[in-house]
């Protein structure tokens, strides 16, 4: 896998955190077949989605729905989840004990690797799984969440269910 030299900037390097969390990510293997058919079918361009779930001693994601990238300038390395998407998908889950506990994106041709752009948007409390993408195949996956600061992105470990 090429890594571009951006991602070794100190520019991206500075909202990676060094530490890593005791926290988990639980995702089931339907919102990982989501996830990476979303990142197979916009490749070469970058896909996102909400993810849904719980968050009890870490997050338990059971479900992951692609959302329209409405960035249409600079989709092949930036993303704009569309608002009504997310009205649309937070209205449905009111009183059901579900809620959206994260986004997703992939990044074509690029590491799973948190940017300084993906900082920008990010939420405290969410996760954030990212999908690396080479030549239309999913090379990997892994997870950030925001520190305790708020101020830069810790890995998580990640765990797939069979739900």
Known sequence: MHEPERFKSPEYLAVLGEASTSEACHIS????????????????????GL????????????????IENLNKERAAD?????????????????????????????HPDCPAKPSPTDME?????????????????????????????GNRFQPLSVKYSKK
């Open 51 to 66: 993810l849904i779930g719980s968050i009890n001693s870490g997050w338990q994601v059971d479900e992951a729905r692609q």
């Open 29 to 48: 293997s339907s919102a990982l077949s989501a996830m990476q058919e979303a990142a197979k079918k916009d490749y070469p361009l970058e896909a996102c």
């Open 78 to 106: 930036r993303f704009q989840l569309d608002p009504a998407g997310y009205q649309s998908i937070d209205h449905e889950l009111r009183g059901t004990g579900r809620e959206i506990i994260g986004v997703f994106h992939s």
């Open 121 to 149: 948007s990010a939420w405290e409390g969410f996760v954030y799984p990212i999908i690396s993408i080479y030549n239309g195949e999913v090379a990997d996956i892994l997870c950030w969440s925001l520190n305790e600061n």
